[in-house]
C-alpha cells in the first residue's frame, strides 16, 4: 500500500516534535497504522529558522494554502496556534476532503462547532487529542473509555505552564517572571503567556472536556476564570500549615440545575494525588458514575509529550481512512445530533468551600462580628486560625475555611466583611475543594 502523505503547519515545539516521533517511530507506527506516514510538505513563518527537528525530504514553504491545496496530501497537521487565520486554513483543508489533526485548543475551543459540522458534511475527521493536557490521552479516555458512564465531574491541572511556576515558587521561591521566562524558553507556553497565567488556556481546555464529558455544545464563553498571578506566598504557606496545597484547577461539575465550569486556584487536600502533581506535569480527576474516580497523569507540554498525542491521531485517522463516515467515533463523544444544552451556571450558584484570609485590629469582639456575618449568610466555619501580629503591627491575619457554601451568600458576606472599619483592605478567597 502506498504510504499515507502528510503535510505539517507549524514546525515550532509541537511541529518540529511531531516530525522527530513521526521520523524515530516510522516502522513501528507503520505496524500499528498498517501502512508508511510520511511528511511530505512543511510550512513555517521563517525559512531561515533552526529547527529543532531535521527537515531532510520535507519541501518546506512559508505559504501554508500550497500544502492544504496539495491533492496527494490527505492529512493536514495544524501546528502553527492562534484561531484567527488557521480557522480558514482550517476550514479550507476541510472543504479541500482533507482529514486534520491539531494541538490548537483555543481554535477548537471558540470554533469547534463550526469545524465539526463543516467535517461532518464532508465525512473527515478532525483529531485534537494534543489539544488538552499534552501528552496524556485524557480525549480518548473520556470519549472512548469512560463511554459507559454518566460523567458526575472532573477537574484537572490543565496548564503545564501555570503548574511549573506555581511549583517553583512554591519549592524553590523562585519569582514568578524568572520562572515564566524559563517556561517559555522550554516551549511549554502560548504564544501569548497571559493565556496561561491568567487561565484562558486552561478554560479552552475544559470548554473542550466538559463538551465531551457531558455532550453539550463547546462554550468558552460561559466558563469562569480566574488565573495564578494574585496567589501569594503567604497563602501557600498558611494552605500549607492546614493541611493543602494551591493548585490551578479546571473543574466542570453537573447538579441538579445545571453545570458548573470553571477555572481558579483552588486548595486540595495534600493527601490526594492530584495535590502531589508538579512541575510541567498535568492530571485529570473524571469520576463517572460506574467506574467511580479515575486520574490520568502526564506531561502537559513540550515538544515530544504533545507530538506523542498528535502523532496517535494521525494513526486514528490512518487506521479509519477507509470506514465508513457516519460509524465514526463522534468529534466531542457524543452523536452530533445528540448534544444537549444543558445550562451552565453563573458564578453566583457555584457551591464550594472556601478559604479566607483578611487583615482585621487586634482587639476584642473582631472575630465574633466576622463569624456573625458568615453565620447570618448561612455558612458554616470548618477551621479558624489567627496568626500572630507582627511587633509593630496592630493588625492580625485570620484564616478560615469554610464548608460548602452558595458563592452568592459569600459575596454578600466578604462584601460586609470588607466594611467593617476593623478590617482592613480586601479578603483573600480561595476556593477549596477536597475532590472525595
Ligand atoms: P510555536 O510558536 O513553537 O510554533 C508555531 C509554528 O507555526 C512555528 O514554526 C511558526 O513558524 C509557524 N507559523 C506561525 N505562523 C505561520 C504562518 N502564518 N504560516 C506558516 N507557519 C506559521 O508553537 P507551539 O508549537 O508551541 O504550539 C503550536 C500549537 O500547539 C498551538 O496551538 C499550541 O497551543 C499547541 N500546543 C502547544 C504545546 C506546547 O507544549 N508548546 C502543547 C500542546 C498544544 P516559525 O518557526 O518560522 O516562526
Ligand atoms: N501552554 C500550554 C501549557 C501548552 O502550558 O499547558 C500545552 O497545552
Request: charged share 25%; hydrophobic share 45%.
Amino acid at each position: 500500500m502506498k504510504p499515507v502523505k502528510v503535510g505539517v503547519l507549524g514546525l515550532g515545539t509541537v511541529g518540529g516534535g511531531t516530525v522527530n516521533v513521526l521520523k524515530r517511530n516510522a516502522a513501528e507506527i507503520a505496524r500499528r497504522a498498517g501502512r508508511e506516514i510520511t511528511i511530505t510538505r512543511a510550512s513555517t513563518k521563517d525559512l531561515s529558522k533552526s529547527r529543532i527537528c531535521d527537515t531532510q525530504g520535507i519541501t518546506l514553504t512559508t505559504d501554508p494554502y500550497e500544502i492544504i491545496n496539495d491533492p496527494e496530501i490527505e492529512i493536514i497537521l495544524e501546528l502553527i496556534g492562534g484561531a484567527g487565520a488557521v480557522k480558514d486554513m482550517v476550514l479550507k483543508a476541510l472543504e479541500n476532503g482533507k482529514h486534520v489533526v491539531t494541538a490548537n485548543k483555543s481554535l477548537i475551543a471558540l470554533h469547534g462547532n463550526e469545524i465539526f459540522a463543516k467535517a461532518s458534511e464532508k465525512g473527515v475527521i478532525v483529531a485534537f487529542e494534543a489539544a488538552v493536557a499534552g501528552g496524556i490521552p485524557i480525549i480518548k479516555a473520556i470519549r472512548e473509555g469512560l463511554s459507559g458512564n454518566q460523567i458526575e465531574w472532573l477537574a484537572g491541572i490543565i496548564n503545564g505552564t501555570g503548574n511549573f511556576i506555581l511549583t517553583e515558587m512554591r519549592d524553590k521561591q523562585r519569582n514568578f517572571a524568572n520562572v515564566l521566562k524559563e517556561a517559555q524558553a522550554l516551549g511549554y507556553a502560548e504564544a501569548d503567556p497571559a493565556f496561561d497565567v491568567e487561565g484562558i488556556d486552561a478554560a479552552h481546555k475544559l470548554t473542550i472536556l466538559a463538551s465531551i464529558a457531558f455532550g453539550i455544545p463547546l462554550q468558552f464563553d460561559k466558563i469562569y476564570t480566574e488565573g495564578i498571578s494574585e496567589i501569594t506566598r503567604a497563602d501557600v504557606k498558611y494552605a500549607e500549615q492546614l493541611g493543602y496545597r494551591i493548585k490551578h484547577l479546571g473543574i466542570a461539575r453537573k447538579t441538579s440545575q445545571g453545570i458548573e465550569l470553571r477555572v481558579h486556584p483552588t486548595l486540595i487536600p495534600e493527601r490526594r494525588l492530584i495535590a502531589n502533581v508538579n512541575g510541567v506535569m498535568n492530571a485529570v480527576l473524571v469520576k463517572g458514575d460506574a467506574v467511580g474516580p479515575t486520574l490520568y497523569y502526564g506531561a502537559g507540554a513540550g515538544a515530544d509529550p504533545t507530538a506523542s498525542s498528535v502523532v496517535a491521531d494521525v494513526i486514528d485517522v490512518v487506521r479509519a481512512l477507509t470506514s465508513d463516515p457516519e460509524n465514526r467515533v463522534p468529534h466531542l463523544a457524543f452523536q452530533a445530533n445528540a448534544l444537549v444544552d444543558i445550562p451552565v451556571l453563573p458564578a453566583e450558584l457555584f457551591r464550594t468551600s472556601y478559604y479566607l484570609r483578611l487583615k482585621a485590629e487586634d482587639k476584642p469582639g473582631v472575630l465574633a462580628e466576622v463569624t456573625r456575618i458568615l453565620a447570618e449568610h448561612q455558612i458554616s466555619i470548618e477551621a479558624i486560625s489567627q496568626k500572630e501580629p507582627l511587633k509593630t503591627k496592630k493588625t492580625v491575619s485570620i484564616i478560615m475555611l469554610t464548608q460548602i457554601t452558595l458563592e452568592k451568600e459569600m459575596n454578600a458576606a466578604i462584601a460586609e466583611i470588607e466594611a467593617l472599619t476593623t478590617v482592613t483592605g480586601k479578603v483573600t478567597r480561595i476556593r477549596l475543594e477536597t475532590l472525595g
